[in-house]
């Protein structure tokens, strides 16, 4: 009995290794970003960097469970690709929204809005965020009653 | 025996169903891009579409093992990021290199390239491309002696 068992695992453990083998976070967990914008962790990698060809930069930020930014907005604007895990997306006046992998999210400039993890599930998304109008203008901390409304 | 058997596949099975249920492709295979300008099957799907506010275009392109775009070049340049799988990208004149998920490609305005999956791997990115320069220029086919070499 005790060799089906070991069989079966073995068998088992062939089938799902090569799917596991290219899963798992497509980047490194990168730098960790100090607290002065965000609770809770997040860390963040630049893909690139703004220049003279390229007039966007692009970054992943991954966000535990429960991290999330301060209120803040784009000059210029930003797109998040999220590519992993379940976050919350909020721009002033509007609902809260849950916003999951593979989804596109589209903050125009000057919108005021936050976005991070839920409280369950962390998140990371790729931002591309055009460079010519100016940095992100950093506002206030998101409540515990906006996060959790 | 056939007990242990089942009891064993039903505990391995649940203990990989929740990673494996946060995993697989992050995007949707999107349209069957028609054979103009490569060979083999490359699906194709717009995340952002170049505007007054966003100067780029975000496209995700999945390819099967064995597609390859033709030469070609960007007036813009264009930013690769590779989110599955593993690839080739040539420049002209330097030798072709694997491209892995989490690399970043970056192709400078003008110089004529070529990228695509391996005979073995399909590959997937995530491609940002300025807009205000115009649209690609295409060359000629990739040969199976380039593809191969």
């Known amino acids: 009995m005790k060799k089906a068992l070991y069989i079966s695992i073995l068998l088992l453990a062939s089938l799902t290794t090569p799917v596991l083998a290219?899963?798992?976070p497509i980047f490194p967990k990168g730098k960790k970003s100090p607290?002065?914008?965000h609770v809770g962790n997040v860390w963040l990698t630049e893909l690139n960097a703004p220049d003279s060809?390229?007039?966007y930069g692009t970054s992943v930020a991954i966000f535990d469970p429960g991290a999330r930014l301060d209120w803040h907005s784009?000059?210029?604007?930003?797109i998040l690709i999220i590519t992993e895990g379940i976050g919350y997306y909020q721009e002033k006046g509007k609902p809260k929204q849950i916003v999951k992998r593979g989804e596109v999210?589209?903050?125009q400039p000057g919108v005021e809005h936050w976005h991070g993890a839920t409280p369950e599930s962390g998140v990371t998304y790729i931002?591309?965020?055009p460079s010519q109008k100016g940095k992100?203008?950093?506002l206030h901390k998101v409540?515990?009653?906006e996060y959790k409304k």
Chains 1, 2 share one sequence.
């Open 53 to 55: 060809v390229f007039a």
């Open 74 to 78: 784009h000059p210029g604007g930003q």
């Open 35 to 37: 607290n002065v914008h």
């Open 143 to 145: 409540t515990d009653e």
């Open 105 to 107: 999210v589209k903050c």
């Open 22 to 24: 290219q899963e798992g």
């Open 127 to 129: 931002a591309t965020s």
């Open 136 to 138: 992100t203008i950093w």
